[in-house]
């Protein structure tokens, strides 16, 4: 089992380069099955769930090149089954994508039910919704998903919830649907505008993404493109609080400001100083930083995937902090380990509170999921002494090098395979 080992202490300093991002190039990669022509996508970031879902639809008859680490070309014409059989497949959320998209252009899917980071009941009812809402019947039976129609016809659609899967799944099956379809309440987040433009520059004609309703003219075929996908907005916010919570000095480039806006106005609020340059941000601690509160919404509030993130740098802001998680009920699971480092933290239902205390110990923590192992890496780059994080699988589910851009930094981080590794590192260090 791969781990961090990390010697806590230095502020990060200097510039690292923010790769695609995670969840917008899943959506892409899935509705990129939805024309028989090529498609090539730039700045596709090298992470586990990317290589999950290519190998997933490789296995479907999906033909995938890699020009280099970060582009491919992939052509569909030869998909052989519309039934996604990859045994991993079910490990990644984003596999649900791959119903909207087969459902869209072979009116047909099968794919099992999706799995993802355990951050309480992630249920799928409103992507099912909109889909019947089109005319397709869904049905669940023995772990699986299968989704089919004779044909799909535009329709009316509210989400009751702001959901970002569903609204791009349904945004990409009516692509395909006949006629017109509004999607009422839909998710405003950048990767749902990135997913949006991906298909509209395939021949699709979806107008108001980024908006809360979403007007979709279904077209009868789609055709080849080459596109780049977004900066990750999630990395980016990582190393600014990372900067933050080592009281160092980053240029976080290759990023789109305004996706920030609620990471950098957070940051400020507690004393950071941030600059923003028209493709970087520049995030300065140089003062003691104190408390405040913070709610989880959906966009442009502030994202649940910081969320972490933003209360491990609370835990060592002078005051009390409350941070409320609105989106997903069990994201708070990651705290435990946060107090064995010394933070003081009390979590009743969703709502953390948070007492600053003046630094954190290195300790051994478990990262429970993607977003929170983060969060704990963050701590241990600002802790005394060692600390090692069990478990990086899920962080490598969604951070490229996410060591090797945190040590090019000057942090003290490497991976260890084993208990022998642990201890080379901390005699190297101490
Ligand atoms: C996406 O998950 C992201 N995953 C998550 O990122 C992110 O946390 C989340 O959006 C919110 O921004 C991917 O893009 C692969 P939702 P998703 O549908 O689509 C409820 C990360 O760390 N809901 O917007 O699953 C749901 O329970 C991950 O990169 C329903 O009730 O999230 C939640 O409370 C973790 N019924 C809320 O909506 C549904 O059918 C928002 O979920 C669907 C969702």
Redesign the pocket.
């Known amino acids: 089992m791969e781990q961090y080992v990390i010697k806590g202490g230095n502020p990060l300093v200097g510039e690292v380069e923010i790769g695609g991002a995670?969840?917008a190039a899943?959506a892409i990669l899935a509705a990129s099955v939805m024309t028989d022509d090529t498609v090539t996508l730039e700045n596709l970031p090298d992470v586990r769930d990317i290589g999950v879902l290519i190998h997933a639809m490789e296995e479907i008859g999906v033909r995938i090149d890699r020009i280099n680490r970060h582009s491919v070309k992939i052509n569909a014409s030869n998909i052989h089954t519309l039934s996604v059989e990859y045994e991993y497949i079910n490990k990644i959320?984003?596999s649900y994508y791959l119903l909207g998209s087969l459902l869209g252009k072979y009116r047909r899917a099968e794919v099992a039910f999706p799995g993802?980071?355990d951050?309480?009941?992630?249920?799928?009812?409103?992507?099912i919704k909109g889909f019947r809402a089109l005319g397709a019947q869904v049905e669940i039976e023995h772990g699986q998903i299968l989704a089919h129609a004779d044909k799909l016809v535009g329709g009316h659609i509210y989400l009751d919830?702001?959901?970002?899967?569903?609204t791009i799944n349904i945004m990409m099956a009516a692509s395909m649907a006949e006629g017109k379809t509004i999607l009422e309440n839909a998710?405003k987040?950048p990767h749902v505008v990135d997913v949006a433009n991906f298909l509209n520059s395939m021949g699709a004609n979806i107008r108001g993404a980024g908006t809360d309703v979403i007007r979709i003219e279904g077209v009868r075929r789609l055709h080849g493109t080459e596109y780049s996908i977004i900066p990750d907005q999630?990395e980016a916010g990582t190393f600014m609080f990372a900067a933050a919570a080592t009281k160092g000095d980053v240029m976080v480039k290759s990023v789109i400001p305004k996706h920030l806006e609620a990471t950098t106005a957070k940051l400020a609020e507690i004393g950071c100083e941030v600059e923003e340059f028209d493709d970087a941000v520049r995030v300065v601690a140089s003062k003691p930083l104190h408390s405040t509160h913070v709610t989880t919404l959906a966009y442009p509030g502030f994202?649940?995937?910081m969320q972490p993130q933003m209360t491990t740098l609370l835990a060592i802001c002078q005051g009390t902090s409350i941070v409320t998680e609105s989106?997903?009920e069990n994201r708070f699971r990651y705290v435990d380990e946060l107090s064995r480092m010394g933070a003081d933290i009390k979590v009743e239902s969703n709502t953390a509170i948070i007492n600053g205390v003046p630094k954190f110990t290195g300790a051994r923590v478990d990262a429970p999921d993607?977003?929170a192992g983060a969060a704990l890496t963050i701590a241990g780059l600002a802790a005394e002494g060692i600390t090692v994080v069990d478990d990086i699988y899920y962080i490598e589910r969604?951070y490229e090098d996410f060591d090797r851009k945190l040590a090019s930094l000057g942090a003290q981080i490497e991976i260890a395979y084993s208990e022998k590794d642990i201890q080379k590192f901390t005699l190297k260090v101490s």
């Open positions: 995670k969840n899943l959320r984003a993802g980071c951050i309480g009941s992630r249920p799928i009812d409103l992507h919830k702001v959901s970002v899967g569903a998710a987040e999630i994202p649940t995937d989106i997903f993607l977003r969604g």
